[in-house]
């Protein structure tokens, strides 16, 4: 079946360095999406990606589309403690047709103050 | 329009009582999607529905499941005979045409504990 693995599984950071996280599949995405979700929180879209190679920013948080489609890749520069969450990719299963969202593992973010 | 709203927020039940949910999506949007999260996992697709018509049911989706969406506007998630593993954050979403690649709208969740 399908599988999102997301890398690392958690990162304990301080206040002000850079993140960098990634996320791979066994099968070719032909979009990605980057969601953060905080404790006791539904997820919140952050960044969308639909083309191989694709670089794509939103304030401090910037992502990638792999040019191989089975990979993605979110940073996040100068981490403020509002960062803290989990970060997941997700994009639509590769049989057409389906109508539903895949997503991946997680990377939870501690930022330390 | 204040976004997707789930109640309750959290549930508490003794195993084999039955549990319902409530989702109200953004109003414009047609589309609406349930999925269930289980500790230290990513959300993980149960049902959705177009209009009031649910086309597509993962196989998560047992016989003690169902969901509707009479009207075409909110929709509930009903679990009968509850088992400890249905314990999970029960999440709803909704998108306009196009949430696919587009990204869903997700409510705050509902959280449940079956003791």
């Known amino acids: 079946g399908q599988q999102l693995n997301q890398s690392p599984q958690s990162m304990f950071i301080q206040e002000g360095e850079d993140v960098s996280m990634n996320c791979t599949s066994s099968?070719?995405?032909?979009?990605w999406l980057w969601y953060k979700q905080d404790p006791g929180e539904g997820p919140v879209l952050l960044i969308a990606?639909?083309?191989?190679?694709e670089l794509t920013s939103n304030g401090r948080l910037t992502a990638q589309f792999g040019i191989t489609r089975k990979d993605s890749f979110l940073n996040i520069s100068a981490s403020i403690p509002s960062d803290v969450g989990i970060y997941f990719c997700?994009?639509?299963?590769?049989?057409?047709?389906?109508?539903?969202?895949?997503f991946g593992t997680g990377t939870r973010l501690t930022v330390i103050p | 329009d204040t976004g997707v709203s789930q109640n309750p927020r959290h549930k508490i039940t003794k195993r084999g009582q039955n549990v319902t949910f409530r989702c109200d999506p953004i109003s414009e949007h047609n589309r609406l999607y349930w999925y269930r999260q289980t500790l230290g996992q990513g959300p993980e697709f149960l049902t959705y529905?177009?209009?009031?018509?649910?086309?597509?049911k993962s196989r998560l989706l047992s016989d003690r499941f169902s969901a509707e969406r009479p009207k075409g506007s909110f929709s509930t998630l009903e679990i009968q005979r509850t088992e400890q593993g249905d314990s999970a954050m029960y999440l709803c979403a909704s998108s306009s045409r196009g949430g696919l690649v587009r990204g869903y709208t997700f409510g705050s969740g509902t959280r449940l504990t079956v003791v």
């Open positions: 997700a994009g639509p299963p590769g049989q057409t047709g389906a109508n539903n969202l895949f």
């Open positions: 529905f177009q209009n009031e018509a649910q086309l597509e």
């Open positions: 099968s070719i995405f032909n979009t």
């Open positions: 990606l639909y083309k191989a190679g």
